[in-house]
């Protein structure tokens, strides 16, 4: 009997999948370029929860490249509103470049505020109380959850907005994309912010629940799926994205 359950026990382990600490030798530094493709959103949906979770998609990829560099603070145009950040990113999305403010520490990586600026405009959100978006070493089953606020202006007013961001490390396992297989783990974190701290009473809000799965090898999230509910005067809009990286 000891044989027999050797092998058992082998062709039982084989189908076990290692979890990982992400730590901070993930943080982003100046000088990282991370190149994602859009994909069609048909049929994809983030699947199972847990251990050893296997999640298998076929793709569909655009030419909708989206390119976000990070960047020294000292080369962005409104350096000057975020003074406690060490490093920027940006996106150059229909002629604007939309910035997004970050100060990173030995264990934690918060979001201070963005701005975005074109030839003809420009304009800054820093955060009065930042947004915690990590925190390492992040293990399985770890979660962040904290709130952040920011005033935003529009035609002279100064309206305040609530937020509030919570991840968690909720399953590892295997993915498969497009016949390419990588051991990985996923992260799901949901971020809301609007005039009001409940999305039912807001007349103003975002809401982003995603779902980002990521390996070994890179910083960056290998895949990943968003829905937006974005609510204005009463109207709610209703949105999914997909993203592949392709190269970090």
């Known amino acids: ?23 901070s030798e993930k943080i982003p530094v100046a000088g990282d370029k991370v190149f ?18 296997v999640w298998d998609y076929s ?31 940006f996106v ?4 604007i470049n939309i910035y997004t403010y970050y100060q990173t520490a030995i264990n934690e990586l ?4 963005t701005a975005n600026y074109s030839k003809s405009y420009i304009f800054s959100i820093p955060f009065q109380n930042p947004k915690t978006i990590f925190k390492y070493p992040f293990k399985y089953k770890d979660t962040i959850n904290n709130d ?20 968690k490390y909720d399953s590892f396992g295997k993915i498969k994309i497009n016949d390419k297989e990588y051991e990985c783990m996923r992260l799901h974190s949901v971020d809301y ?7 039912k009473e807001s007349k ?15 910083k960056f999230p290998l895949f990943s799926i968003s829905y937006t509910d974005k609510k204005s005067k009463q109207q709610i809009s209703s949105f999914k994205e997909v993203y592949l990286t392709v190269s970090n």
Not at 2 to 15: T, V
Request: hydrophobic residues 40%; aromatic residues 18%.
């Open 1 to 23: 009997m000891k044989p027999l359950f050797i092998i058992i026990f082998f062709l039982h382990s084989s189908f076990l999948y290692s979890q990982y600490t992400i730590t």
């Open 36 to 53: 994602q493709i859009k994909a069609d959103t048909i049929s994809i949906s983030p699947g199972a929860m847990g251990d050893n979770a």
């Open 59 to 89: 793709l569909s990829l655009s030419n909708d490249t989206l390119v976000t560099f990070y960047v020294n603070i000292n080369t962005t145009p409104v350096a000057e509103s975020f003074p406690n950040s060490n490093l920027a990113s």
């Open 92 to 95: 150059t999305q229909k002629n």
């Open 110 to 113: 918060s979001y201070i505020g």
């Open 148 to 167: 952040y606020n920011f005033f935003l202006e529009s035609a002279g007013v100064q309206n305040f907005f609530y937020g509030n961001y919570s991840m």
């Open 193 to 199: 912010y609007g005039d009001s701290e409940n999305f």
């Open 204 to 218: 103003i809000s975002w809401k982003i629940d995603s779902y980002q799965w990521f390996i070994k090898e890179s």
